[in-house]
């Protein structure tokens, strides 16, 4: 994966985190720091580690499957882009509660915004990421971009409510569903 790569999918990966960041945002109201910086790590934190463990997983069987790996890596990408594209059209409302402060209510959300990461690491390892200095640039990466996403969303959410409805999960969908295309293009290609 280039660069370029890794922060798109980086981005896309933290929409999930953006759409329950803003709407987190806009029942606290007012800011507080403390809530949203705990909050934003955690959801880096999740964002980074999902990856890594995926990765770890897959990397011990990858080389059972390297003749349909570009496969799977599209597959996933396409299911996972294709989810968040459904899921951005039923979300029409801005009337989620969430209690940050809870610590079981942030575990729980930070797990479920991190799920789609862990099928990311998974392809990590599929695309010849084989060592831990290959995929500890992309999995920090995508941790950074979930926290400042995740800040940049609850700040968003306590100034400007619901009078913006911008699909973040639609357009992250749509970019990781572009991505696995590429993969699959670029792999049909070279054989």
Not at 75 to 82: A, D, M
């Amino acid at each position: 994966m280039t660069t370029l790569e890794i922060w798109l999918v980086a981005v896309s990966l933290a929409m999930d985190c953006l759409a329950v960041s803003i709407a987190s945002g806009i029942t606290m109201k007012q800011v507080n720091w403390r809530v949203m910086l705990y909050t934003a790590f955690s959801f880096g934190f999740f964002q980074s580690a999902m990856p890594f463990v995926g990765w770890l997983g897959a990397s011990r069987f990858s080389h059972l499957i390297e003749q349909v790996d570009h496969w799977i890596a599209f597959g996933l990408l396409l299911f996972l882009g294709g989810k968040m594209v459904l899921e951005s059209f039923k979300h029409d409302d801005c009337k989620h509660e969430y209690n940050l402060a809870n610590p079981k209510v942030l575990l729980a959300l930070s797990v479920a915004t991190s799920i789609d990461a862990l099928a990311v690491g998974v392809t990590f390892a599929f695309l010849g990421m084989n060592d831990i200095q290959a995929v500890l640039p992309p999995v920090l990466v995508i941790g950074f971009v979930a926290f400042v996403l995740s800040l940049a969303g609850l700040l968003f959410g306590v100034f400007f409510g619901c009078r913006h409805n911008l699909r973040m999960e639609l357009w992250g969908g749509l970019v990781l569903v572009a991505i696995g295309v590429k993969i699959l293009v670029e792999h049909l290609s070279c054989q």
